[in-house]
């Protein structure tokens, strides 16, 4: 379930946070899998001292609650960037029945997902879009302005004369 936001502001400054979240998560399990891997590759015989078979269940058990942890992480973060791109692109995400790319031109919102939703810096995100940094604050500061003062339900159904 996605919390609400006091802000168009505060909602793509969490979302920044959930893609960072969920990147670092993604490299934990990564970490966690090439461990895995080279501990099934190696031996098991001699090499340190075993508490025997109840420290390799909790070890295992230890490990298979971290993993579930993460993904209910990545998986959290996941929605909340879906719902930021529904406010962007419409409740489709093709940005053809909804959101702000529907509403105000096409740059605000791709300013918007490429920063917060694509977690780049501001200079890759004009030079991605062919525009200046000045640009992209501008774009931004009016895509922010124009989902405050029209509610994210609104702008997400394409109804830009609405309040929500």
Same mark, same amino acid.
Do not use: K, Q, W
């Given at each position: 379930m996605v919390? $609400?936001? =006091?802000?168009a502001a505060d909602l793509f400054e969490a979302t920044r946070d #959930? %893609?960072? *979240?969920?990147?670092?998560?993604?490299?934990?399990l990564r970490s966690l899998e090439q461990? @895995?891997?080279? #501990?099934?590759g190696g031996s098991i015989a001699g090499g340190g001292v075993s508490g025997g078979a109840r420290d390799v269940r909790a070890? =295992? @058990? #230890?490990?298979?609650?971290?993993e579930s942890r993460?993904?209910?992480? $990545?998986?959290?973060?996941? *929605?909340? %960037?879906?719902?930021?791109? #529904?406010?962007?692109y419409g409740a489709d995400q093709t940005g053809e029945s909804g959101g702000l790319y529907v509403l105000i031109d096409h740059a605000a919102a @791709? %300013?918007?997902?490429l920063h917060y939703c694509q977690d780049m810096t501001w200079d890759a995100t004009a030079m991605a879009l062919g525009l200046n940094r000045r640009d992209c604050f501008r774009a931004r500061l009016r895509a922010l *302005?124009? $989902?405050d003062s029209h509610g994210v339900a609104a702008v997400i159904a394409g109804d830009g004369g609405a309040a929500a």
């Open positions: 919390p $609400i936001f =006091t802000s #959930a %893609v960072r *979240e969920r990147d670092r998560s993604l490299r934990m461990r @895995d891997l080279g #501990a099934h070890l =295992t @058990d #230890a490990r298979l609650d971290h993460l993904h209910r992480s $990545i998986s959290e973060c996941d *929605e909340l %960037v879906d719902y930021a791109c #529904a406010v962007l @791709d %300013v918007l997902c *302005e124009y $989902i």
